[in-house]
C-alpha cells in the first residue's frame, strides 16, 4: 500500500467524521426546533390564531419551516455525502486488502527465488558436470597413452641409433623418471 493511499484513507476518515458530528449537531438543531415548535403548539390550546396575532405567528411559524426544511436538507445533504464517503472507504479498504494480499504473495515469491535457481542451476549443471569428468577421465587416460607411445617411440629410436650414432644423454628429472618407471615396457 502506498503512503498516498494510506494518507488518503486517513483524510477521508478525518472527513467522514467531522461530517457526522456536524450531522449529530443537525439532528440535535432539528429536535430542539422540533420539540420547540411542539411545546408551542401544545402549551397553546387556543392555537387559533387571532387576525393580529395570527399573521405575526404565521410569519414566525413559516419562518420555523423554512429553517426546518434548510436543517432537513442540509441534513439529507450531509447523509448522501456520508453514504459516498463510506463507499469510497469501503472500496479503499477493499482495495488496500488486495493489495496487501498480492504484497504477501509477491514477498513469498521472492523468498523463494533463490532457492528455485539454485535448484534448476543444480539440475542444468548435472550434465555438465558430468560430461566434465568423462573427459577429464578421457584426457587422463590419452596422456598416458600419449607418454607410453612417446617413450616406446624413444626407445625405439634409441635402439636403432646405438647401432649407429651414439647420442649424448641427459640427466633426467625426477618427474620423468617417475612417468618412466610407470610405464610399462613393451
Avoid at 483524510?11 to 420547540?36: A, G, K
Avoid at 513469498?108 to 533463490?114: A, D, F, G, S
Amino acid at each position: 500500500m502506498s503512503q498516498s493511499d494510506t494518507s488518503n484513507i486517513q483524510t477521508l476518515s478525518t472527513e467522514v467524521s467531522q461530517l457526522r458530528q456536524e450531522l449529530q449537531l443537525r439532528d440535535q438543531l432539528v429536535q430542539q426546533l422540533s420539540q420547540e415548535l411542539f411545546r408551542l403548539v401544545k402549551g397553546n390550546t387556543n392555537f387559533i390564531p387571532q387576525r393580529s396575532e395570527s399573521e405575526e405567528d404565521l410569519i414566525q411559524l413559516q419562518s420555523l419551516r423554512e429553517q426546518l426544511e434548510a436543517v432537513e436538507q442540509q441534513v439529507t445533504f450531509y447523509q448522501e455525502q456520508i453514504t459516498t464517503r463510506d463507499t469510497e472507504i469501503y472500496q479503499l479498504r477493499q482495495s488496500v486488502q488486495e493489495l496487501t494480499d498480492r504484497s504477501r504473495m509477491l514477498e513469498q515469491v521472492v523468498q523463494e527465488l533463490p532457492q528455485i535457481y539454485r535448484r534448476k542451476f543444480e539440475e542444468r549443471m548435472a550434465p555438465v558436470r558430468e560430461k566434465v569428468a568423462t573427459l577429464q577421465r578421457e584426457n587422463r587416460q590419452l596422456q598416458a597413452e600419449l607418454q607410453s607411445v612417446s617413450y616406446r617411440l624413444a626407445l625405439k629410436t634409441r635402439n636403432a641409433n646405438h647401432s649407429g650414432i651414439d647420442l649424448p644423454s641427459f640427466p633426467r628429472s625426477a618427474s620423468e623418471q617417475n612417468s618412466i618407471s610407470a610405464v610399462p615396457n613393451t
